[in-house]
């Protein structure tokens, strides 16, 4: 004679056996973690380590104006951690409906020192389309005292996530932050050689390096790929001229031409790449040693 079996018992026996990922084995999923640009991305994966994924999404063209579509909402959306940057940093933000629960504004400790910009020339750089840059100055990290800042704040919200796994979580921080104060260090030591001249830039986004290691800028909108006219140059003379500029910093490479044009005026070109978005040159704390050392380099040959 067959005997039935108490639902509630089935219940229990399914319920257990969907925790299993083999005999005595519980899965554990593993944390989701969100982030808006590849500063944070290199942040908190250097901190988290495999206690935790990092999604970022694929940027394209200037990543503080990217767009992103439904399908990438929905990944932040699900994220259990949101790390954005602050400052008017991906403006997409304002646009969608986040858990606010889950957001933690990464450079929200030193807001009163975010800085406002007067720009209000409206130009296109990249896909994104027509933007201007007036508002709040969005690359804090270009700082690496802030970006010490941000870390510090992405430190805090994973111990609040990963309770468990605090110690790593703490060695790992303060592997990254001797990495930051090291380019710290180096950039105050390079702009202590750049403080009798002032520096060009190809485009407003050295804000934050400007203030924080006390540099001279004069901002242009120059596109690396697209060559100037000849007014353009004109202007770009007038100001060498004036201001005694030996040094131009560009977001990427400039073609050819340009530092064929630049070299006439008595001008080098240093790439200084923001890392907003991944790059295949390296990860971030490579690359912004790259950016300091063509910045050495330059000033060497002054």
């Known amino acids: 004679m067959l005997r039935t079996i108490p639902i509630a018992i089935v219940v229990f026996f399914i319920s257990c056996s969907s925790k299993k990922d083999g005999p005595g084995e519980n899965v554990r999923e593993i944390p989701k973690i969100a982030v808006v640009n590849y500063p944070l991305y290199c942040f908190a994966k250097s901190i988290a380590g495999d206690k935790a994924t990092v ?6 063209g200037d990543p503080a104006y990217w767009k992103p579509s439904a399908r990438q909402v929905i990944n932040f959306q699900n ?13 997409w933000l304002e646009k969608v409906s986040l858990p606010s629960s889950k957001i933690v504004n ?16 409206v130009h296109s750089h990249g896909p994104e389309g027509e933007h201007s840059h007036k508002g ?37 921080f ?19 050689d750049l403080s009798h001249l002032i520096v060009a830039a ?17 901002s242009l909108h120059w596109e690396p790929d697209e060559m100037p006219n000849e007014e353009q140059w004109d202007h770009f003379s007038g100001l060498v001229n ?10 990427d490479e400039p ?17 200084f790449n923001p890392c907003g978005n991944k790059s295949e040159n390296g990860e971030f704390i490579e690359m912004m040693n790259n950016n300091i050392g063509q910045l050495e380099r330059a000033i060497a040959g002054l």
């Open 202 to 218: 190809s485009h407003p986004v050295y804000q934050y390096l400007e203030a924080g290691y006390k540099l001279s800028m004069v």
């Open 136 to 172: 709040t100055a969005i690359t804090t990290w270009l700082n690496f005292k802030f970006a010490l800042r941000q870390a510090a704040t992405v430190h805090s919200a994973l111990s609040k996530l990963l309770p468990g796994s605090f110690d790593e979580l703490d060695k790992n």
């Open 79 to 91: 994220a259990d951690l949101i790390l954005t940057n602050g400052a008017g940093y991906a403006k």
């Open 174 to 192: 303060e592997a990254l932050k001797v990495r930051l104060s090291e380019l710290d260090a180096r950039m105050v030591s390079a702009s202590s």
């Open 242 to 251: 004036a201001h005694k500029i030996r040094i131009m910093l560009w977001e």
């Open 255 to 271: 073609a050819e031409e340009i530092k064929l044009k630049m070299e006439e005026l008595g001008v080098k070109t240093v790439v």
């Open 106 to 121: 990464t450079s929200g400790s030193f807001k009163d020192q975010w800085i406002e910009t007067d720009e209000v020339l």
């Open 55 to 60: 999604y970022l999404p694929s940027l394209e």
